[in-house]
């Protein structure tokens, strides 16, 4: 069935494959050409598409380092616990390491925090991977603040105290949690250490939404930064869904009592760009006229990087 009334789609000036995860699945690649065996721990980055692909070019993935015998292990984007890389090494592992270097910072920043004998409280998502990583760099040191209530329970402290945030974290969220934090412990030092591509995301998607009837955000249901680029939308456009690839567009989007003339998109930092393509190229199939596809300047969806390809 064709939609009627859908005449543009909007592509957010900001969306997909940021500098990390481009550098972790360029590692991945390469490593997987060079080596043997070869096996990421986890998902390279969180996208099921990437995952897969990476699956189907026969490099192993695992768990945990319980489940690698031998061979090359690759630490994905989101980083480990010095635990993990110690396990590895017991092991006889080759460990490459392709954590995203804004992580590392984090891992640096908590580390010496903890030796300069601060106690740290971490904004983030307690079973993040991202999360569990930092948290291992200074475990007797680092509590996560999932929220602003939780911020409220904590006990008084007038001790060396530090705030960090999960790269992905919402800017007005961290901000909340910082000003209260300010209040209750005027001794804190605040590191925001949210990332300059989530930043840009969500800076896009609030300047995109007030624009757009609905809005697509392209990624998988693992991928953080992605699901919080939904949450974020729809506090302004009330049609905002989560798409791991076009198929999951429904056609009772489009034929509701509200009528959809513009669709915006945008999608998580690990989203490849063929999968954006894919769903534009859905939308156009699923019209009844030509539409109009208007992207930001300098990105176009012919200029696909080589390691987008699900083929490549
Ligand atoms: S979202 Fe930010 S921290 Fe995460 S991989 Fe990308 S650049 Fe690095």
Request: hydrophobic fraction near 40%; include cysteine; charge should be neutral.
């Amino acid at each position: 069935m064709k939609i009627s009334g859908l005449k543009k789609i909007i592509v957010a000036d900001h969306y997909g494959f940021c500098m990390g995860v481009k550098n972790a699945i360029s590692i991945a690649r390469e490593t997987a050409a060079l080596a043997d065996t070869c096996t990421i721990l986890k998902e390279i980055v969180h996208n099921d598409a990437v995952v897969e692909n990476f699956k189907r070019k026969g490099v192993e993935q695992a768990r945990s380092i319980d489940a690698i015998s031998d061979g090359t292990v690759i630490i994905p984007a989101h980083g480990v616990s010095p635990e993990v890389l110690r396990k590895a090494e017991r092991k006889g592992l080759k460990i490459v390491n392709a954590t995203c270097p804004l992580v590392i910072r984090i891992h640096k920043i908590v580390k010496k925090l903890a030796e300069e004998g601060y106690r740290v409280l971490h904004f983030g998502d307690p079973d993040h991977d991202e999360t569990v990583g930092i948290v291992g760099w200074a475990p007797e040191r680092v509590e996560v603040i999932a929220s602003l209530e939780a911020l409220n329970a904590y006990p008084d402290y007038e001790g060396k105290l530090a705030l960090t945030s999960q790269t992905t974290a919402r800017s007005a969220d961290f901000a909340a949690v910082e000003q209260e934090a300010r209040r209750r412990f005027p001794q804190i030092e605040v590191f925001n250490t949210i990332c300059n591509a989530t930043n840009q995301r969500q800076e896009a998607i609030v300047k995109l939404a007030p624009n757009v009837d609905l809005i697509l955000v392209v990624g998988s249901p693992s991928s953080a930064n992605s699901n919080r680029l939904v949450r974020i939308s729809r506090t302004i456009c009330s049609e905002s869904y989560l798409i791991n690839s076009a198929d999951d567009i429904l056609v009772d989007w489009f034929t509701g009592t509200k009528p959809i003339a513009t669709v915006g998109i945008s999608a998580g930092a690990s989203t490849p760009d063929f999968l954006i393509a894919g769903a534009i190229d859905r939308l156009r199939d699923m019209a009844d006229r030509e539409i109009e596809v208007v992207y930001p300047s300098g990105r176009r969806r012919d200029n696909r990087l080589a390691m987008d390809s699900p083929q490549s």
